[in-house]
């Protein structure tokens, strides 16, 4: 273990944490009582802190003794040892604090958020954002994600003010002098940077029931007439989610919180999510579908953390993909599978999918299994790799194993280590279980190489190849046969095929004017194709019949034009070709990103000024086309 990285001598059971905030003068008072499990006789207690002024210090055994405490904090490795004035025995004591400290200038901690109100007067709130590890400049704790523990939290607030915490209120009490005392249930046993709380201003909707879990949207006074569609959204994901995982919501409520100021997009705090307020309050009638497409998938991201990384959470953050890979899959598995936007896993391609093409292919590329020597390093792995190429080869996975299998797989992880920490192995040990295979060899390939592999098609079998010499890895990938009908293309045929090393024979398909390898997107891999195809493909893009076969022609053309193997010019007029006649928003303005960039970054033959005049025509005509409408959500079977 790191020296970076807390001893193992003590660890937490419960929190019981009271803040007393004065969001006009930045700053908290805070009182905190933790049951912690001592493993062994010690002199000194070390756990997270930084920022904080530590007051009072003190351990209580069972039987009643008392040792004093002598707070030092060491500012580089964030950490607080509390030397004792004697020897703590092994077994369960109470650990008593005092501390003060100011709200963070950075969005991190607990920060002050400014908005301007609805009289037109800059009004303030206090918020909160603990991941990877700023709990401890909240409060003194054991701020590593498998040292999970229970919290119940008091907030002492001015009276004109509101608070909303993790779990539900258990009382309010009017404590005289304009202040208010709101005590919160305790919550669930959890990591440290799920913990988390508003006070300000806020306004809230009715509570939506959603199998008995009341769901809420909460924001700013005057925006909750752009609350519906994300309450929609959230109760759709949430009982769509409890259904498919076969494993309730594992917290008494969920409040979705839009806030003003916030460093990420949105958090995934156990039953108090925070969002940025642009990605969940919306109004339907002006948003494109794109738009809107953005904020479901959002929500639902956000929700099925409430799975993967709060009820069940990696160990350590090097595998963080188990947190956010998986919640961004699941968000696509949502969309395409229950809602109306059945174009997700295209959107995907086009909006995200090729960003992480674009780091694994350059000197930022890692393995999705990250090496997290410290928190220090956590940030870092808040990336392309994690989260894009992490979600692609989840569906792989899934493609690879059957949807069945892996379903009852995940059931099985989630019943074997709900509320607790895992790593890598405990997932594909249970997938790998429900599939009747040894998953060994594939995830070491998938997770602990960096680099793309690159698949082309000759002469009727996939030719694969590693990233710098290595041995390609196993692709479960669509060869898609397209034949010119007309003006357009159509589908003549598709073969599923299990790579098994540099040639694998493509069965059953007939002759075509274009070959798609990798039609479906069921692989990470880079695409090449040959002459013939490509020029189809180059001509005809926009033909292909649906999404998903339009996005991976783009992609193919921008992965060849980042490895010199076509022109700018040759490339915009492949997104043209899609651009021109794409009714899928979600693909629709990531090309235009794509195209522009393109044209930025690479040498600019004579005819670009001309592909981009027409790319500037259709970009103004589809930002005056509302034609898109909400979507209504699918039924869910029952």
């Known amino acids: 273990m790191s020296a970076h990285r807390l001893p193992r001598t003590v660890s937490p059971d419960h929190y019981d944490l009271t803040f007393t905030l004065d969001i006009g003068e930045s700053s908290f008072a805070g009182e905190e009582r933790a049951q912690i499990q001592v493993h062994e006789p010690t002199a000194s207690l070390v756990l997270n802190a930084v920022d904080l002024d530590i007051l009072e210090a003190e351990l209580t055994a069972e039987d ?145 029931d959603v199998d008995g879990v009341p769901l809420r949207v909460a924001c700013v006074p005057g925006k909750l007439d752009l609350s519906g569609f994300s309450l929609e959204i959230g109760a759709h994901s949430l009982r769509y989610f409890s259904r498919y995982f076969g494993v309730p919501y594992p917290a008494g409520k969920l409040d979705l919180i839009a806030l003003p100021d916030f460093a990420m997009g949105a958090m995934e705090n156990l039953g108090a999510v925070t969002f940025r307020e642009t990605l969940l309050l919306v109004d339907p009638d002006r948003a494109t579908r794109s738009e809107l497409e953005r904020v479901a998938d959002v929500v639902a991201h956000e929700l099925a953390h409430m799975w993967f990384g709060d009820l069940v959470t990696m160990r350590w953050w090097d595998d963080l993909w188990l947190n956010e890979a998986f919640a961004s899959w699941a968000a696509t598995w949502a969309s395409v599978n229950a809602t109306e936007f059945t174009d997700a896993w295209a959107t995907y391609l086009a909006a995200s999918e090729m960003s992480g093409y674009q780091q694994d292919m350059g000197p930022a590329s890692h393995p999705i299994r990250g090496n997290v020597p410290d928190v220090a390093q956590a940030m870092a792995n808040f990336d392309a790799i994690t989260y894009v190429k992490g979600q692609a080869v989840l569906r792989q996975l899934v493609a690879t194993v059957g949807e069945e299998a892996f379903v009852e797989g995940l059931r099985a992880y989630f019943r074997d280590h709900a509320w607790g920490n895992t790593r890598l192995a405990d997932l594909m040990t249970a997938v790998g279980a429900a599939a009747g295979r040894d998953l060994t060899d594939w995830t070491s390939a998938w997770f602990d190489r960096a680099g793309t592999d ?29 034949r010119v009908a007309g003006d357009g293309l159509e589908r003549v045929g598709t073969a599923y095929v299990d790579t098994s090393g540099a040639r694998t024979p493509v069965p059953d398909l007939p002759t075509a004017d274009l070959y798609l390898v990798n039609d479906e997107d069921l692989t990470f891999a880079a695409v090449r194709t040959d002459e013939r195809s490509l020029r189809t493909m180059l001509e005809r893009a926009g033909s292909l019949p649906d999404p998903l076969a339009r996005a991976m022609a ?36 990531p090309f235009l990103a794509l195209a522009l960039r393109a044209a930025e970054q690479w040498t600019r033959p004579a005819a670009v000024p001309a592909q981009l005049e027409r790319l500037a025509t259709r970009a103004a005509a589809l930002a005056t086309e509302r034609e898109h409408r909400v979507p209504a959500l699918r039924t869910l079977a029952a």
């Open 64 to 208: 009643g003794t008392v040792l004093a405490g002598r707070p030092e904090i060491d500012t580089e490795d964030e950490q607080l040892t509390i030397n004792l004035d004697g020897t703590a025995d092994a077994g369960t004591h109470t650990l008593h604090l005092t501390f003060a400290g100011r709200f963070s200038e950075k969005l991190q901690g607990i920060y002050r958020s400014s908005f301007t109100g609805e009289d037109g007067g800059r009004q303030a709130l206090a918020a909160t954002q603990f991941e990877p590890a700023d709990a401890r400049r909240a409060f003194p704790c054991w701020d590593e994600p498998d040292l999970k523990a229970t919290f119940a939290v008091t907030l002492i607030f001015d009276e004109a003010l509101s608070a909303i915490s993790n779990s539900e209120v258990a009382e309010v009490a009017d404590l005289g002098n304009g202040r208010t005392q709101v005590r919160f249930e305790p919550t669930m046993c959890m990591s440290s940077y799920l913990v988390a709380f508003v006070v300000g201003p806020m306004e809230t909707t009715e509570a939506v």
């Open 454 to 482: 690159t698949l082309t098609l000759v002469h009727g079998e996939v030719q694969a190849a590693g990233p710098r010499g290595e041995e390609p890895r196993e692709h479960h990938l669509a060869v898609g046969a397209f």
């Open 554 to 589: 783009v992609s193919t053309a921008w992965d060849m034009l980042v490895k010199g193997e076509l022109s700018t010019d040759e490339v915009l007029g492949c997104v043209l070709g899609v651009l021109g006649t794409e009714r899928s928003p979600g693909v629709v303005e």
